[in-house]
């Protein structure tokens, strides 16, 4: 099988598949110092949303990286970038995060549409939790700055469990106890310029960095644009604002 239908088989089965040395080193120090160029000056912080929107020079590399294409063909359709959120762990904003799905995207505003529940706001855009077929449809893909592991607060997945669908909160708890004799609980490891593909519907958590290396993530959601039923907009629509996205 060629590479990359391996890992397509790989990102269906296990739910993730790690892309090995994706981006290059000059792309991986471009989108470091448009991030350290943006946050200089400001508070410590374990995050930035709408970087995409906020940083158009991290939209140019990642076009230039295809990662959109790349994006399209683990979701095996096309697929646009609908959140992006810079993720790190620093000293003073070190922060872990339990057991989850991602089960929500941002829209322009609150309609009434089937299937969307439980909103509430972020960042002054407008989330709500998908139905199943939209979550189904999307990827995630995380851009590794940095060596992400166990020791610096890297993710730990549950392999296969995007294939459970929308799972209840005490499932969830359930799951996650019936690994201890079973090593199904994953700690991803990847090395800076690599990509974790992933499906929002992956459980996945992260603990507390135990080093406080930098651990510096870009994590973008990926969504058939198409696919949202009206009057509900995506809170930034690529086709409508000249290559926005959140
Ligand atoms: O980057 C992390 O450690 C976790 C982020 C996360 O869980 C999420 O974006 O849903």
Redo the contacts with the bound molecule.
């Keep these: 099988m060629p590479r990359r239908s391996q890992e397509l088989a790989e990102f269906r089965d296990n739910g993730f598949v790690v892309l090995k040395n994706y981006l290059s080193t000059p792309q991986i120090d471009a989108i470091g110092e448009s991030l350290a160029c943006f946050m200089a000056g400001r508070e410590a912080s374990h995050g930035l949303r709408n970087v995409l929107l906020l940083l158009p020079k991290i939209r140019g590399i990642l076009a230039e990286a295809e990662a959109e294409n790349t994006a399209s063909f683990f979701a095996s359709r096309t697929v646009s970038p609908v959140k992006s959120?810079f993720?790190d762990?620093v000293p003073g904003k070190n922060?872990?995060?339990p057991w989850?799905q991602?089960l929500t995207v941002a829209l322009k505003s609150r309609e009434q549409a089937g299937g969307f529940a439980n909103w509430t706001s972020k960042a002054g855009a407008c989330h709500a939790e998908a139905p199943l077929s939209l979550l189904q449809s999307m990827v995630t893909i995380?851009f590794h700055l940095d060596e992400s592991g166990p020791n610096n607060?890297?993710?730990i997945v549950l392999r296969g469990s995007q294939k459970l669908g929308r799972i209840k909160r005490q499932d969830i708890r359930k799951l996650i106890g019936a690994t201890i004799d079973r090593p199904v609980a994953f700690p991803v490891h990847c090395d800076s310029g690599d990509l974790l593909v992933m499906s929002p519907l992956l459980l996945?958590?992260?603990a507390r960095s135990r080093n406080l290396l930098p651990?510096r993530?870009l994590?973008i959601e990926y969504a058939p644009l198409g696919d949202l039923p009206e009057p509900l907009k995506w809170a930034q629509d690529p086709r409508q604002s000249c290559g926005q996205t959140t």
């Design positions: 959120i993720f762990k922060w872990f995060v989850h991602d995380r607060g890297g993710l996945h958590s992260s651990r993530v994590h």
